[in-house]
Nanobody, 122 residues
Framework: QLRLVESGGALVLPGGSLKLTCQGS????????VGWFRQVPGKEREGVSC????????THADSVKDRFITRRDNRKNEVYLEMSSLIPEDTAVYYC???????????????WGQGTQVAVLS
């Protein structure tokens, strides 16, 4: 059974940093493109970043470029979203998902985790 579990969400001060973890089970994350998305109530889910299968390429939304980076640890079957210089607008529930396309569009991803809350004080 394919399963993704996110962790690492927290309440932080502006300018702070967080590292979110997406752990896969039942399959090898390295064989898939892994995307990070975020959503706030009343708004559509937004693509934040995507790391390609086998670490070949990464893409990030303009709103997080130079602040967020995505990495893999294949030994642990995990993908990380390392966030720095956090601002209140980064507050959202963050989800990871896997798909067969390098994309920031939620419709391109088929398996999702349950999400982890990130809150940046304003």
């Amino acid at each position: 059974q394919l399963r993704l579990v996110e962790s690492g969400g927290a309440l932080v001060l502006p300018g702070g940093s967080l590292k979110l973890t997406c752990q896969g089970s039942g399959f090898l994350l390295d064989n898939y493109h892994v995307g990070w998305f975020r959503q706030v109530p009343g708004k559509e889910r937004e693509g934040v970043s995507c790391i390609g299968a086998h670490n070949r390429i990464r893409t990030h939304a303009d709103s997080v470029k130079d602040r967020f980076i995505t990495r893999r640890d294949n030994r642990k079957n995990e993908v990380y979203l390392e966030m720095s210089s956090l601002i209140p607008e980064d507050t959202a529930v963050y989800y990871c998902a896997v798909g067969r396309v390098l994309s920031l569009q939620p419709a391109d991803f088929t398996t999702w985790g349950q999400g982890t809350q990130v809150a940046v004080l304003s």
